[in-house]
């Protein structure tokens, strides 16, 4: 049987298809890419690589300095580190591929060289790593300098074999500081964990939108070119009129954004995932679609399948497949569309019914002919359509042409997102804490609200710093006197504003303000707890509490009279107790 003639673009979709959310490309991410690009004779899509310009500069420094490429899995060190190679060295490309550690030899400011090695992989250098550190620590008496790419964990646990350990517990510090960048001893630490995925994400889904190879399916007159669903992807993706991403593009964005700043971290090749699994994305058979796909799926008239907003969380996918798949699993839990609000809901339930012909308007605008939900369909189907409509709202929805009370965050867990990163921006500026956080503070620390603006009580029930509310009041944290902060918790870009509490004669108590925590005070404060994530942050807001009991109760002791207890209690009262020895009687 004869080949069927492929269309315009369809080597290229096959490439695109290699970044998707296929299991089987998931080990061997690399190769795989690798293999589809020689075979298509299409470049890998190359992003920017953010520290390769300051490394150069660094190793040409008459100062020197070792560099520490950290991160992990997948983002992108061995990339980064070959292109700091690239810039600096004049030997041929196949030399990278060959050899395991490269040295080569750089000029420096003042006219001088220096050797600079590159270790590509510090597990290889196991049996080495004595000698290899030795070498770092000689780094200014011999002048040799060393690029390492390095798993954050893996670093640590080789300079605590080797007994390296006050240097391993500085460089975990910066790692969990979230610094982008920092020096410790003589080395400069360039963290790519840190580094913005919201940034990556746009630039991939601009590398893929935005490529020459979707020309042709104009100039060389694909016959589907029109009614293409993949097509409606894109242009659903970018606004090509003013050359940027669109709503749904930065909505997505925000929702990685978000998750990063609740401690997840996605690799390159989950952003590249996502972006293909948006495009590319089918409900039926595959879960993505070539153009012989398309092709097929335009005869039956089921280009519904191909869906951008079915595609976006990977609801194209298996359910199996979307809770391995860690990008899926983590925006998930974002329940998007799971969450009612009574003017969408209105919106998509009543259409083009609505008596407000506004309304009516924007059920046309966002929904067209369509017809949601209507009369006839059984409990659960309508539920389902009903979810999937708050979703698309969720992506579409233009806030700053159509400002809604409650705005489309409500249509998630995070119905008060928009105050947390208010926070984050004004952390530089306005060091003191908001009174809805304060407020949630006071229900966990003693189980009601603030009765003295200026002052957060700390109650216990004398044994457990668990309970709700506590009778006895281990302390007060004067808020206006600077007891009680808010900082920024590092220099990444995923740093989160961070409770610092400045007890006397106590180190700092610090406590990260992620999203999560923030959304599960701001609820508090408003007099009830959320089901979607109470447990866990409970338990972390009692462990903040057990500390502050802590301190407080040393603190307190240091004040006390030996023969005399006081005892003060949550609603104002205090009592003192005096301790009879037997000189006393």
């Not at 992506?395 to 159509?402: A, D, K, R």
């Not at 006071?442 to 668990?466: D, E, K, Y």
Request: glycine share 6%.
């Amino acid at each position: 049987m004869p080949r069927v003639a492929d269309f315009p673009a369809s080597n290229w979709i096959r490439f695109l298809s290699a970044y998707g959310p296929d299991s089987s490309n998931l080990n061997l991410f690399d190769e795989n890419v690798g293999r589809v690009s020689r075979r298509y004779k299409i470049m890998p899509l190359q992003l920017e690589t953010d520290y390769v310009p300051q490394i150069v500069e660094l190793l040409k420094e008459d100062t020197p300095v070792n560099v520490l490429l950290a991160g992990v899995a997948g983002d992108g060190k061995s990339f980064h580190l070959r292109q700091v190679w690239s810039e600096i060295s004049l030997l041929e490309p196949e030399i990278w591929e060959t050899d395991i550690d490269i040295t080569v030899s750089v000029q420096k400011r003042n006219g001088e060289t220096r050797n600079v090695t590159f270790i590509k992989d510090l597990s290889a250098n196991v049996t080495q790593f004595s000698a290899l550190l030795a070498k770092l620590e000689k780094t200014t008496e011999t002048d040799e300098v060393f690029v390492i790419a390095c798993n954050h964990g893996q670093l640590l646990a080789r300079l605590r074999e080797h007994n390296r350990n006050d240097l391993a517990d500085r460089l975990e510090d910066v790692f969990f500081r979230q610094n982008a960048v920092s020096s410790v001893d003589n080395f400069r630490v360039f963290d790519l964990s840190r580094v913005s995925q919201v940034d990556k994400l746009r630039e991939i889904i601009r590398l893929i939108v935005t490529h020459p190879k979707w020309n042709d399916c104009e100039t060389l007159h694909c016959p589907h070119c029109s009614v293409c669903p993949i097509q409606k992807n894109r242009r659903a993706l970018w606004n090509f009129t003013y050359n940027r991403g669109s709503i749904t593009t930065e909505r997505l964005c925000r929702l990685v954004e978000i998750a990063a700043y609740n401690g997840h971290h996605f690799p390159i090749r989950d952003l590249f995932v996502l972006a293909v699994n948006a495009l590319l994305g089918c409900s039926r058979d595959r879960a993505t679609v070539g153009c012989h796909d398309v092709s097929r799926l335009v005869e039956s008239m089921s280009t519904a399948d191909v869906d951008v907003f079915v595609n976006l969380l990977g609801h194209n996918v298996r359910e199996s497949t979307r809770i391995k798949n860690v990008v899926f699993r983590i925006l998930n839990e974002f329940q998007v569309g799971q969450r009612g609000h009574l003017y969408f809901d209105e919106l998509i339930v009543l259409g083009r019914q609505h008596p407000n012909p506004d309304v009516c308007a924007l059920y046309e605008r966002y929904f067209g002919r369509e017809e949601v939900v209507f009369d006839g369909l059984d409990e659960d189907e309508r539920q389902k359509r009903l979810v999937a409509a708050r979703r698309k709202l969720f992506f579409t929805w233009n806030e700053s042409v159509n400002p809604v009370d409650g705005g489309v965050w409500a249509l998630t867990v995070y119905r008060h997102i928009g105050e947390f990163l208010d926070l984050l921006r004004n952390v530089d500026y306005d060091e003191h804490p908001p009174e809805d956080i304060l407020q949630g503070l006071s229900r966990i620390m003693t189980g009601s609200t603030r009765a003295v603006q200026s002052v957060l009580n700390v109650s216990t029930n004398g044994a457990s710093s668990r309970a709700p509310v506590g009778l006895l009041a281990a302390g007060k944290i004067y808020v206006d006197n600077g007891d009680v902060i808010i900082e920024r918790s590092g220099t990444g870009a995923d740093a989160v504003p961070e409770l610092v509490f400045n007890l006397k004669e106590t180190e700092p108590i610090r406590f990260a303000l992620t999203p999560k925590r923030h959304e599960f005070l701001s609820n508090i404060a408003e007099g009830y707890i959320p089901t979607s994530f109470s447990g866990q942050c409970q338990s972390e807001f009692y462990s903040l509490k057990a500390r502050l009991v802590n301190a407080l109760e040393k603190q307190q002791k240091r004040k006390n009279n030996p023969q005399l207890i006081r005892l003060d209690f949550s609603d104002g009262i205090s009592m003192s107790l005096k301790v009879l020895t037997g000189n006393s009687y």
